[in-house]
């Protein structure tokens, strides 16, 4: 490899290390996945905690599926009750 492009390979390094270390204040880490946001990664301040879009769909799905969760564990603790009450004498 010639002096010249070993100089121009370089010299790119340098510039990708300088944009990156200039980009970081504009990038976040998901506090449940660990991934990193920045304009291809979509990201949300909660608190003082950051969450991805991928993440935050997620929760909405699980969020929007909460009162058939509450029914199951109340048809749950009714059958409970019931077997109990139809095992004491």
């Given at each position: 490899m010639p002096e010249d492009?070993?100089?121009k390979h370089i010299v790119e390094g340098l510039k990708m290390e300088a944009y990156?270390?200039?980009?970081?204040?504009?990038?976040?880490?998901c506090f449940l996945c660990g991934r990193i946001?920045?304009?291809?990664l979509p990201m949300k301040k909660i608190?003082?905690?950051?969450i991805c879009v991928d993440c935050l769909r997620e929760l909405k799905e699980?969020?929007?599926?909460?009162?058939?969760w509450e029914q199951e564990?109340?048809?749950?603790?009714?059958?409970?009750?019931?077997?109990?009450?139809?095992?004491?004498p």
């Open positions: 492009e070993m100089i990156v270390e200039a980009k970081i204040p504009e990038m976040h880490v946001g920045y304009k291809n608190g003082e905690k950051w699980a969020l929007d599926s909460l009162e058939e564990i109340a048809l749950q603790n009714e059958l409970r009750k019931d077997i109990r009450k139809g095992l004491s």
